[in-house]
């Protein structure tokens, strides 16, 4: 399985990029949150780049948008 891209840094919502939302679906991450890596971005001379999470299920590479059996 190849990981997923993450989103570029500057994409991110505040949820997301401060740690309190899923780095792909956006949901809440109230716990059981996964590292996901680093999203890395710029603008002009700052750079934003920050560690961000994920839900277990995106984590696992599952479409958000799919429904689980």
């Given at each position: ?7 570029s ?16 679906c956006?949901?809440?991450l109230?716990?059981n ?5 680093i ?31």
């Amino acid at each position: 399985m190849t990981a997923r891209p993450l989103p570029s840094a500057t994409d991110l919502t505040r949820a997301q990029y401060d740690g309190r939302a899923c780095v792909w679906c956006g949901k809440p991450l109230w716990r059981n949150a996964v590292s996901a890596g680093i999203a890395r971005g710029k603008i002009g001379a700052v750079v934003l780049d920050i560690v961000v999470y994920a839900c277990p299920l995106c984590a696992e590479g599952h479409d958000p948008q799919t429904p689980r059996r």
